[in-house]
């Protein structure tokens, strides 16, 4: 009896600790599919666009920055860095992203989170990817165009090419010298 007992008891603590490590294990799974962006899209944005780690990189090829962008519901875009000739020639490109974000921190750096691709021709799609559709009139002045965010740097739990990021903030954001 006290043999069976014994082995129950084993049983359970195995069972136990094949728990925890499950548990462990998809914890650590799902931080790295939320810095991975866990799509093949995401990553091939990444790889290809790097090179906007460095909000220098993006300012030497001809993008602008425009006021950092927060939802009504919370979460944020971040700062857009727009490249005019991108955004009039209509081409979608991976490398060549109509706009870089970047999210402001506290010690004034900017912080790659995302790209975003924008074009007035449409339906439109990369990867398979379909854009989302703008119409106008629109806050940002445009005529109807579609877009498609990807937070390739940066996790978004309500998806990896949502508009919003709940994890972004504008709350560093430094208001523009006039």
Not at 87 to 110: C, H, N, Q
Not at 112 to 134: C, M, R, W
Not at 150 to 175: I, L, Q, R, Y
Request: aromatic residues 8%.
């Amino acid at each position: 009896m006290n043999m069976t007992s014994n082995f129950w008891h084993r049983l359970l603590m195995a069972a136990a600790a094949l728990s925890a490590c499950t548990t462990l294990a998809q914890a650590h799974q799902d931080a790295a599919a939320s810095v991975s962006g866990a799509s093949p899209l995401a990553d091939k944005v990444r790889a290809a666009n790097s090179r906007f780690v460095d909000v220098k990189a993006a300012t030497a090829e001809g993008y602008a920055p425009i006021p950092c962008a927060s939802g009504i519901t919370g979460g944020a875009m971040g700062i857009h860095y727009v490249n005019g000739q991108y955004l009039k020639d209509g081409k979608i490109d991976i490398a060549r992203p109509e706009a870089v974000m970047y999210e402001p921190t506290a010690d004034g750096t900017l912080k790659l989170v995302a790209v975003e691709y924008i074009t007035s021709k449409g339906p439109a799609s990369l990867d398979g990817q379909l854009f989302n559709f703008n119409s106008a009139p629109n806050r940002y002045g445009l005529g109807e165009f579609y877009e498609l965010h990807v937070w390739a740097w940066k996790g978004n739990p309500t998806g990896t090419f949502a508009d919003m990021n709940p994890k972004v903030s504008c709350e560093h954001a430094v208001a523009p010298s006039q």
